[in-house]
C-alpha cells in the first residue's frame, strides 16, 4: 500500500536522507557538547529520532504547514531551519528565531501539547479558506510525544479535527520515555489504536526506518490534502539519550533497552542498506562526514559569537502595540541602570 | 535559658519539604501523593526524592502527563476521604488543571451546602532564577488569592517549607503551597517533630523603626539581606513575611507600618494585579493610613513575560540592591 509512496527514491534520494540524517545527528551531539560545556543553557537531545524526523519532514511540501514541540530539530532543518536559528533557544538569548511564515515551520511549544490544538486551529484555517481538496492542497503536521497523549489539549485536538475534518497529521513521536515515565504509564493500548475512538485511521510506523516514515506520512499528508484528514501516526521509535540536558535516564531505566535500541540505529540502518546495495561507496561516506565535521564547526563558531541580547530588550514585543506603562517602565529602568554607572556600580 | 527548645537540625528547603510529606504519610495513611516524575525519578526538583521507595507506588504515583487529570482525581479523592497531596511540576502548569482547581476544589464545599469538603493540598515550584524562560518561571499567586475557597501559601524558609506544608495537609479546605525553585537548595533550623506553622499568621522576620519592608517567597531572603546592608547605613527595617496570603494576617504589618511610618512591599511577580497591592489596600484602609510618613511604595517584577536570556531574566524581577535602594530612597526622602 506504501510502496508507491516513496517509489521515486532511488539511491540518490537515499543518499540524501542518510546525509540529513547524518547532519542533524552531527548537530545535535554538538550542541549537546556546548551545553555541557557551558556553552548553551539546556539542550534537548534527538539522538534516535532522526528518521522519524527527516522522514516525515521530508514528506511535507512547501505550502504544508508544521507545528514542532520542542526536539524536532531534524524536522526544523528539512523545513530550511539553519540549525545555527535554532541555538538561541538554547542559549537563552532567544525564544524563537526564525520566519515560521517562510519555512512553514511553528516556533517550539515549550509546553506539552499545547500546539496540537493550535495545529488543529491552523488546519480548520486551510480547510474554511478553501486550500483542501485536491493534489496541490494544503496540509498541517503537528509533531508531540507519548506523554502528550495524556494531555486533555491532545484528546481535544484530535475531537475538533474529526468533527471538523481537519487537514492535520497527529505525528506522535513514541520515543517510550515522557522523563522517567514509560509510556505504560500514558496508555493500555498501542497510541495509534486511539485514533479509532475519534473517527480517523491511525497508524503505527517504524519510526527508525525513513523510508518508512517517509512513506506514511507522505501517504497522510495525501489524505489530508484531499479533504480526509485528520491522521494519527505513532512513529515507534526510541530517546537514545536524555529527556533533555537537565536529566538523567540512568535514574530510571535499564542500560540493556538502550543496547537493544542501538541495534535498531536508524542512522546505521540507511548506511548498511547503501553499502551493501552498492547505493554507495567508501568516498561518500567520508565526504558526508567531512561535511557534518564542518557543519559542527561552523555551529560551534556561531554560538561561541552570539551576542548577548540589550536590557532593554526586556520590555519589547510584551504587546503587539507600544504599551505607556511599559515605555515609562523602560524609561525608568534604563535611568535607573544608567544610575549604577554614575555611581561606578557596574 | 532553661526552655527545652524543639530538636532542631539543618534541613535544605527541598529536604524539609521531604519530611513534612514523610511524617504526614507515617502519621495518616490517607495521604498519598501524585504527581509527574515524582516516584524512581523523585521529583523534577528531587524533592519527593526515595520516598517511592519508602511509601511504595500505591502512596507516591506517577501519572500520566496530565495535569488536569491530576487535580481532578485528587479532588475526588478528596472527596472520598483521602488526603492528596499533588505536585505540579512548575506552577506554570496549574494553568493547565485551573479548571478544577477554581471551579472544582474551591466550590465544592460551598455549593454543597458544607456537605463535602475537599482537603487536597497542591504543591508547585513557581518563581524565576533559574533560566528556564517565560513559561516555567512565573509567580501566580495572585491567581490563586484571589478565589474565595482556596487557601494560599508561599514559604520562604525551611522550617516554614515542613510547618506550612504540615498545617496544609491537615486542613480541610484545598490548599495551594507555592514553593520557590531558588529556595529549594537553601538550608535552615527545621525541627525534627511535626510541628505545624499555622496558616495564616505573618512572621515579623526582623524588627527595625525606619522601614517595614513586606517580601513574600525568595524576596524574603534578599530582604533579610538588603536590611543587614541598610543597618550598616545607620536605617533598621522591619522585614515580615506573610506567610500565608490567603487568609492574609494583616494586623503584624499594619502594628509595623504603624510604627515605622514606612511601607515597602517586595514581590517578584508583575506589579499589575499583584498580592501586593492587597497588602497596600490593606495597610491604606487601616488606622496605620494616619501614620504614614511616605506613600506606600511597591518594588515588582516587571510587567513583562519572564525573559530567557539570564541578565534579562535578573533585571525583570527585584535584587537585593534594588531593595536597598528603593529603601534608602523612602527613609532619604521622606
Redesign the interface.
Known sequence: MFDPYVADIDAEALRGLYRDMVLVRRGDRESNAMQRQGQLGIWVPLLGQEAAQIGSGRALRPQDMAFPSYREHGVAYTRGVDFRELLGIFRCTDHSGWDFKAHGFHPYTIVIGNQVLNATGYAMGQKFEGKVGDDDGEATIVYFGDGATSQGDVHEGFVWAAVYDAPVVFFCQNNQWAISEPTERQSRLPLYQRARGYGFPGIRVDGNDVLACLAVTRWALDECRHGNGPVLIEAFTYRMDAHTTTDDPTRYRLSDELEVWKHKDPIERVRAHLARTGGADTAFFEAVQAEADSFAAELRDFCFNMPDPPPERVFANVYAEPSPQLDAQREEYLAYLSGFAEAGEH | MTAVLPQQRTLTYAEAVREALAQAMEADERVFLLG??I????G?FGVTGDLVHRFGERRVR????????IVGAAVGAALAGMRPVVEIQFS??TA?AMDQIVNQAAKIHFMLGGAASVPMVLRAPGGSGT?A????SQSLEAWFAHVPGLKVVMPSTAADAKGLLLAAIDDPNPVIVLEHKLLYKQSGPVPEEATRVRLGETAVRRSGGDVTIVATGVMVSRALEAAGQLAAEGIEASVLDPRTLRPLDAAPIVDSVTATGRALLVQEAPQ?GGFMAEVAAAIVESSAFGHLRAPVARLCG????I??????ER??VPQT?DIVRRARELVTTW
Open positions: 509527574e516524575d516516584g524512581t525519578y523523585g523534577a506517577d501519572t500520566p502527563i496530565s495535569e488536569l487529570g506554570d502548569f493547565q533560566g524562560a517565560a513559561q516555567h499589575t516587571l510587567d513583562v513575560p525573559p530567557y536570556a539570564p541578565q534579562l533585571a525583570a540592591g
